[in-house]
């Protein structure tokens, strides 16, 4: 089954559901056993229409399960939850998520968890930095500010010898247009509030994984935090699935035209975007990506004030965090930041990211033109 069937038609039942062609939102919390079983009892565990969703993002990423959560975060503490203990160690890319971070650097070192940074552009620095009581490899790859890549199958080799489990946020690429479970990753995260839901109306997440290990997060580190998908959520989220192979097409196609833009503009003194030539994991995107997404970051060639006073002065993008959606978006990220943050997450001063979106990709040129110009 192809990708586009996928996301149209697996798992939708319709004699299940009198014929309707959009299933239902099953809006309730427990499920009534008195005259018989249907196999659900409580909606913290599992729900029809929250697995309607599990079944098309597990297929799509072609893993055996997949469990929503209420929110990215949710999906990504419960991933790691899953894999440490306490006294244990994680390995982790520094371009990584910035809550993701700041869960393992400073939530989990209550619990005795300590995590070790690296690029990760490079298997010999994970070995080097390895030890006996390493339990996870968190990757992010390509990560959503600068863009690193990871060799997910020399990575994954290199865990699975030393029985250490792998978990890759694979949110930039999509299911679409990156697979990590084919190269031996063990686990995968999403944000459902990006490219999955595509409307900006959704917070949510999704991990994938093996069947054992989604069953047992299901009663476990989802059930326990509670960090479970709404139906309403998952019904909005199937709604975004449908147009998921159509938007990204789109995304893709405008991203490339600007991205190539911005690199050849007198006020853009670098780009990063994975589809360009000039960027550092070119080619080992070309092994890993099917596709490109619409997710781009440049550095403008100004001081941070100015960079700052150039943003309101774009009319297309609006000012925010968040991306995915049809929306276009830019945030400061590298603007105003430390030496020292700077040096630990590999963000360059006054890095900023734009989310091109399903507008025209002339119409998001020729603001992005009007705006840069105005920069001294």
């Known amino acids: 089954m192809s990708k586009e069937e996928i996301c149209t038609h697996l798992g939708d039942d319709y004699d299940r559901y009198l014929g309707a062609i959009v299933p239902p939102i099953f809006q309730n919390s427990l499920f009534t056993r008195k005259t018989q079983n249907h196999g659900y009892v409580y909606t913290r565990i599992s729900n029809p229409t929250t697995e309607i969703a599990e079944r098309k993002i597990a297929a799509l990423e072609e893993g055996e399960a997949a469990r929503c959560f209420s929110s990215g975060m949710g999906a990504i ?192 003194e670098r780009v990063f975007y994975p589809g360009l030539p000039s960027h550092p994991g070119y080619e080992l995107g070309r092994k890993q990506l099917a596709g490109y997404t619409g997710l781009i970051s440049f550095v403008p060639r100004a001081e941070d004030q100015a960079i700052r006073d150039m943003i309101p002065k774009l009319r297309y993008f609006e000012h925010g965090p968040s991306w995915g959606g049809f929306e276009s978006l830019i945030v400061d990220v590298g603007v105003g930041i430390s030496e020292e943050a700077s040096r630990s997450t590999g963000i360059p001063h006054g890095l900023v990211r734009i989310s091109v979106g399903l507008e025209r990709a002339e119409t998001l040129m020729a603001d992005l033109d009007q705006a840069l110009n105005t920069l001294p």
Not at 238 to 259: C, D, F, I, N, Y
Request: with cysteine; net charge negative; aromatic share 10%.
């Open 77 to 268: 503490s419960a991933g790691i939850m899953y894999w440490v203990a306490q006294n244990t160690h994680v390995v982790c890319v520094k371009s990584a998520y910035g809550p993701a971070r700041e869960f393992l650097s400073s939530y989990l070192a209550a619990f005795g968890v300590e995590v070790t940074f690296v690029s990760g552009e490079s298997l010999e620095e994970i070995e080097q930095v390895v030890r006996p009581n390493t339990k996870l490899l968190y990757l992010e790859s390509p990560s959503s500010h600068i863009f690193a890549m990871q060799d997910l199958q020399a990575v994954a080799d290199f865990a699975r010898a030393r029985g250490i489990g792998t978990l890759i946020d694979n949110t930039w690429a999509t299911p679409l247009y990156q697979n990590p479970l084919r190269y031996g990753i063990d686990m995968v995260v999403h944000s459902a509030s990006k490219y999955l839901g595509g409307h900006s109306d959704i917070i949510g997440g999704v991990l994938i994984g093996s069947a054992e290990a989604m069953e047992r997060i299901a009663y476990k580190e989802r059930a326990l935090f509670g960090s479970v998908m709404d139906p309403h959520q998952s019904w909005l989220l199937l709604r975004g699935l449908r147009t998921l192979p159509v938007r990204m097409k789109q995304h893709q196609e405008s991203a490339m035209t600007v991205a190539a833009f911005l690199e050849s503009h007198p006020k853009v």
